[in-house]
Each structure stands twice: as structure tokens, then as C-alpha cells.
């Protein structure tokens, strides 16, 4: 059972350049999140879709954007890389209904030169 | 301003003996609250949680305590064993949605042997 996974795990990217964090869960979640862990800071949430079809920002949204591909699959999108999201990116799901625990992915660590 | 708070950095305590993570929260609509535990280079895995309609909820060697009164929780791990050294995150809830959560910054256990 994988769970969540996360793809890449690395990546160094350029100022300005884009890239895309792929995240797929094989739970039969409905809601799933994209997270960014800095360090002295918690993790912080992007956006999260709630079910499939839906996406909502979070508390750091501005520089990125999502896509709730289907059921399966939240993608996270870097139009244009900046220093500042030199993070830890962490995907997650949860069951909506009721009082459940969101299992999370490995993470992506991101370096933003 | 940070809602949910972890004031110990850092804690250290020798295995065998009870540890003690603290968190504080200032946000009186949050009602789950979880924690979850952190190794380097990989994603927080759940630990245990408790509703705010509880005072206690144990699991084991971990026990949370919630103090609504004074926005206050605790986990107590008891015996530690060196393999709890971890980061240890608090996390609150109060949308209905418990992957939507906020999270405070960690603290480090260590475990001696």
C-alpha cells in the first residue's frame, strides 16, 4: 500500500524557471493538500481540494497554483520560481468524512537558486 | 500571528523516563487537535489525536491532554525509548475538514540511551 506518493524528490531550479509537483494517493481520499515545511516554521498549507473538482488557497498561496487532476492525483504548479519557495513541499490526504488523520507524502525538497 | 504554538524548541530526556511536549493555541474555534511525529527525510506520520470534547486520549506509550480552558494541550510519552527522537508537531483543526490543519513549529525529542 503506497499510500501518498510524491514526485520529484529533489529539485534545484533556476530563478524564473516552472515546474510542476506531481502527487498521487491510492486511499480513495476525497480532500488532499499541498503543504511547505521551512525550518523554526511549521508546515504551512498552500491549497487544498476538498473533492475532486474543488481547490481552495490556504494560508501561503501566492506564487503557485493547483490542479485536482481526479480523484487520485493533486498536482502543484511553480509558474515562476523564486528564492523564497526554497522549501519542503509536502502533499497530503484525508478522508472528509468525520474526525480522520491526513497521511502524508515523503516530500519534495525544493532548492530555488 | 502563530495559532497554535510550540514554545521548547527542543527537549531531552533519558530512555526509560516520561516525556512531555507542550502546545498552545489561541484560536477558541479549533476543535481536533493531533500530533504527529517527524524523522529526517520523510513525511509526519499521525500519532494520536483529541477532540475538544474530550480531556484525554490515550494510545499506548502516548497520552494527550487538552486544557480548553487554558488553550493548552500536552503529549506525554511514557516510557521514552530512543527511537521516539523525532520531531514532534502539534496541529489544530477547526473547519470540520481535519487535513486543513494548522500546525505549530516542532519540537525536537531526543532520547538518550
Known amino acids: 500500500n503506497a499510500g501518498v506518493t510524491q514526485t520529484p524528490k529533489f529539485q534545484v531550479l533556476k530563478t524564473g524557471q516552472s515546474m510542476t509537483l506531481q502527487c498521487a494517493q491510492d486511499?480513495?481520499?476525497?480532500?488532499m493538500y499541498w503543504y511547505r515545511q521551512d525550518p523554526g516554521m511549521g508546515l504551512r498549507l498552500i491549497y487544498y481540494?476538498?473533492?475532486?473538482?474543488?481547490?481552495d488557497k490556504g494560508e501561503v498561496p501566492n506564487g503557485y497554483n493547483v490542479s485536482r487532476l481526479n480523484k487520485r492525483e493533486f498536482s502543484l504548479r511553480l509558474e515562476s520560481a523564486a528564492p523564497s519557495q526554497t522549501s519542503v513541499y509536502f502533499c497530503?490526504?484525508?478522508?472528509?468524512?468525520?474526525?480522520?488523520?491526513?497521511?502524508f507524502g515523503q516530500g519534495t525538497r525544493l532548492t530555488v537558486v | 500571528d502563530q495559532q497554535v504554538k510550540q514554545n521548547s524548541p527542543s527537549l531531552s530526556v533519558q530512555e526509560g523516563r516520561i516525556s512531555i511536549l507542550n502546545c498552545d493555541y489561541t484560536?477558541?474555534?479549533?476543535?481536533?487537535f493531533l500530533w504527529y511525529k517527524k524523522y529526517p527525510a520523510e513525511g509526519p506520520t499521525f500519532l494520536i489525536s483529541?477532540?475538544?470534547?474530550?480531556d484525554k486520549n490515550e494510545d499506548g506509550r502516548f497520552t494527550v491532554f487538552l486544557n480548553k480552558s487554558a488553550k493548552h494541550l500536552s503529549l506525554h510519552i511514557v516510557p521514552s525509548q530512543p527511537g521516539d527522537s523525532a520531531v514532534y508537531f502539534c496541529?489544530?483543526?477547526?473547519?470540520?475538514?481535519?487535513?486543513?490543519?494548522?500546525f505549530g513549529q516542532g519540537t525536537t525529542l531526543q532520547v538518550k540511551p
Open positions: 497530503a490526504s484525508s478522508d472528509s468524512q468525520g474526525n480522520t488523520e491526513a497521511f
Open positions: 486511499m480513495n481520499h476525497n480532500s
Open positions: 481540494s476538498a473533492s475532486e473538482g474543488t481547490t
Open positions: 484560536n477558541s474555534m479549533f476543535d481536533y
Open positions: 483529541i477532540s475538544s470534547i474530550k
Open positions: 496541529a489544530a483543526s477547526g473547519s470540520g475538514n481535519t487535513g486543513k490543519l494548522i
